[in-house]
């Protein structure tokens, strides 16, 4: 069994019997693992409120077959605006359902856990634009996942939306943006506004801790980026809007 040491997020927290918990979390060396923090929820438990949904730690465990056992957990940012407030608490369970799509297997890659922490960060240092942090960070996993919308030509035509005429449409199944006379051969498709394709567009460049702060746009975007993540998670992946597991603010 090989003992390491990491830093992690943690995505999930579920009671196991009756004094553990087992973990969702995405590492910095490990990738994505499942854990159990056994005694966790002991009233004298060395974890005590460590191990929060969320939260980014430095923990200590070891591999076993099917879990990994965490034995040693150390709060570096806890995330506790966060996991308070509805509004944000529920941008960044979009974020986190995102990463259990996209971000399977046990290959490590450093910016996936930068992104989520900044990500977490941004939600938790803004008044507002909650929902457009979200679509941002599904915006910029998929591209480190390799599946990065085509958002500046059509996918049947090449020609860029701004020269062809008639509405333009986004094709989830695709991962991309069809002129009018290409989107009669696709069925799954659904108009995508100018201002909005602008938006997303301006989204996937711009650091995450800078997007905008407005919620004029943020429904379209939102369903745009999320309609695109399900049609490229692995399996075709349902969204389960029940992680990542923390309790809800009141």
Do not use: W
């Amino acid at each position: 069994m090989a003992v390491y040491k990491s830093k992690g997020i943690v995505l999930r927290s579920i009671r196991y019997g009756e004094a553990d918990r087992i973990l969702d979390l995405y590492t910095l060396d490990v990738g994505l693992i499942s854990a159990i923090a056994k005694g966790i929820r002991r009233t004298k438990s060395r974890f005590g409120a460590r191990l929060e949904p969320l939260s980014c730690v430095d923990f200590m465990a070891y591999q076993g077959r099917t879990l990994h056992t965490v034995t040693q957990a150390e709060v570096l940012r806890s995330f506790h605006g966060v996991r308070e407030d509805l509004a944000r608490f529920e941008a960044a369970a979009g974020m986190v359902r995102t990463v259990r799509a996209l971000s399977g297997g046990d290959e490590a890659d450093r910016r996936v856990f930068n992104l989520l922490y900044h990500g977490l960060d941004s939600l938790e240092n803004r008044e507002s634009g909650f929902g457009t942090v979200e679509a941002a960070f599904g915006l910029k996993l998929s591209m480190l996942a390799g599946y990065a919308p085509q958002l500046d030509s059509c996918m049947g035509c090449g020609v860029a939306p701004e020269e062809t005429e008639g509405r333009i449409y986004f094709a989830p199944n695709l991962g991309g943006v069809l002129c009018a006379e290409c989107r009669m051969e696709s069925a799954d498709t659904f108009p995508i506004p100018p201002e909005v394709l602008d938006r997303l567009r301006a989204l996937l460049r711009s650091p995450i801790r800078d997007v905008p702060t407005d919620e004029l746009l943020g429904e379209s975007v939102r369903r745009i980026v999320r309609s695109h993540v399900i049609a490229h998670a692995p399996g075709n992946l349902l969204l389960d809007p029940t992680t990542p597991g923390a309790r809800r603010p009141a």
